[in-house]
């Protein structure tokens, strides 16, 4: 019995481990279970979806891999999103091998933890699988910008030219074309010459090592030479034989050199102006519909290359749509053709004095003497109202703010505000509500301040609303208020003498969200 019963049972083992249909372990696990299932990639018109579960499995299958972290409710990430997938499109159309791919952040809390994410949209460009150093990307939010992004990582920044065909070539496609002549194309400067190709996507860059391309442009040492269809038409930046070279000093370079020696304002050239990194700017401003105005240009351009590099020539066309740059300096449209020079990190504002004509002596000598300290700034202030205080909210402007503020028999709680601010609208009612409030305390005093058409020695406001406390007393204090802006802790304030009391603490609290609720300027939310 037992002999018969064995090969029966050896029989029976077979049979389940073959499984159900006799197809063997591979169509399942063990004991016949169903296999586990691997994720797959969900997409949306050529953007890849990706969760905790798939991220691995894509950074295993694209070696290059840009994925934006984003929430629904994101303005910007809504921005974003139709560039995004413009952006894919053009990568597939030229065959670039880079992958874009997204993650909800709202739905991967762990993913966002893991890489750092704080802000949306953020987007991180992962190599050869590296899940640990991604790269932050830091270029433009157009789909062109991102696809040129991705495409000088994923291949060449820059043409290899072997002949003067072809290096002529290059230079007769853009209006300012880089082209690097290193005699040694695996020194270290050429490296840091590629570097800073992949990431100056608004400049064509080209690559040789040909000694007839040397002979051809004149050169007989590492050069890196910009050519332009304008102006002096090239500008050379030789390479220090002993030093090197510096990435820094060679972007400065560029950024100068690619730029006109005089610039027209306008919506296209505005960004690469702020992006100069050229402190002083020199502002005409003249109506270019005017033959009299455009015969200025002559002598302003004739002014400016001795300036290049530390002053950046600028003409304002007042009757374009420049009316907040009029604004900004104070202006009327009708005052043109004047000027303005403004350093652009103590963002002080100098104009002539004595009103002569535009020419170039004296376009030269304004710029020397603001240069050479022997010109005083200047400051925006509005006319002081009438009734200035005759509502529980105080109206200061730049001609009363110093009477007012450092009063030293009054404890003055001031509103720094732009009036397109919306947190600014939004806090106005808890404003008023103080002001009505403390309207009977002869030694508190509620004002506001619109900083956007005021500027004060004292200090500069970026951000808004900023509110800013001075108490009575001597030394000109100044507190800056951080706190929840409502009625209750404004008075909770002002009534402990310009600071918070201290309370007992009753649970565990998420600090107050500054940046929440703030409006901060120049800089742009991406």
């Known amino acids: 019995m037992d002999g018969q019963l064995l090969p029966a049972l050896l029989l029976l083992l077979l049979l389940r481990a073959l499984g159900p249909q006799g197809q063997g372990p591979g169509s399942g696990g063990p004991l016949g279970e169903p296999p586990e299932r691997v994720p797959e990639f969900s997409e949306e018109d050529g953007v890849l979806v990706l969760s905790g579960n798939t991220l691995g499995l894509a950074l295993q299958k694209y070696p290059a891999l840009l994925v ?15 560039e995004y997938r413009k952006a894919a499109t053009l990568l597939a159309a030229e065959s670039v091998k880079a992958t874009l791919a997204k993650v909800d952040g709202t739905t991967e809390p762990e993913l966002t933890q893991e890489f750092g994410v704080t802000e949306y949209p953020t987007l991180k460009f992962f190599r050869d699988g590296n899940r640990t ?15 040129k992004w991705l495409s000088r990582r994923v291949g060449p920044s820059a043409t290899r030219l072997e002949d003067e065909k072809g290096a002529q070539a290059l230079v007769d496609t853009q209006d300012v074309v880089v082209i690097g002549f290193f005699q040694d194309l695996q020194d270290e400067d050429v490296a840091t010459f590629l570097a800073l190709a992949q990431d100056a996507l608004d400049l064509t860059f080209g690559l040789t090592d040909q000694p007839q391309l040397f002979q051809k442009f004149g050169l007989t040492k590492d050069t890196v030479v910009l050519f332009k269809k304008f102006d002096e038409g090239r500008a050379d930046f030789p390479v220090d034989e002993e030093l090197g070279l510096d990435r820094g000093d060679l972007s400065r370079f560029l950024l100068t050199h690619s730029m006109h020696l005089v610039t027209e304002f306008n919506s296209q050239t505005s960004a690469k102006i702020f992006a100069a990194r050229i402190l002083n700017h020199l502002l005409l401003f003249i109506n270019q519909t005017l033959a009299s105005h455009r015969e200025l240009l002559a002598g302003f351009g004739e002014a400016a290359p001795p300036f290049r590099g530390q002053v950046l020539f600028v003409v304002v066309d007042v009757g374009a749509s420049n009316d907040h740059v009029l604004q900004y300096f104070g202006l009327k449209a009708q005052e043109a053709p004047t000027l303005r020079f403004i350093n652009m990190e103590t963002m002080r504002k100098y104009a002539p004095t004595g009103g002569g004509p535009v020419t170039a002596a004296t376009v030269s000598a304004f710029c020397h003497l603001v240069l050479n300290g022997e010109v005083e700034p200047y400051l925006l202030s509005q006319e002081v109202p009438a009734d200035w205080d005759q509502r529980p909210v105080k109206t200061l402007v730049g001609k009363n703010f110093e009477q007012v503020a450092f009063d030293e028999t009054k404890n003055v709680f001031v509103k720094f505000y732009a009036p397109s601010c919306t947190h600014c609208k939004e806090m106005a009612a808890a404003w008023e509500a103080l002001a009505e409030k403390y309207s009977d305390r002869q030694d508190i005093i509620i004002a506001e301040l619109d900083a956007t058409a005021n500027e ?48 007992e603490p009753a649970e565990p609290r998420a600090p107050y969200p500054e940046t929440a609720n703030s409006t901060v300027l120049p800089k742009e939310e991406l």
Not at 133 to 147: D, F, L, S, V
């Open 68 to 82: 934006e972290f984003h929430i629904p409710q994101c303005g910007h990430c809504k921005a974003l999103a139709p």
């Open 456 to 503: 004060l020695e004292a200090f500069a406001v970026h951000s808004f609303p900023t509110l800013k406390y001075f108490p009575a007393g001597p030394g000109r204090k100044v507190i800056e208020y951080k706190s929840t802006r409502d009625l209750e802790t404004f008075s909770k304030f002002l009534d402990n003498g310009g600071k918070l009391p201290e309370e």
């Open 133 to 147: 150093h991604p790269e932050e990307y830091t270029g433009p939010r157009k789909a062109e910008g991102i696809a």
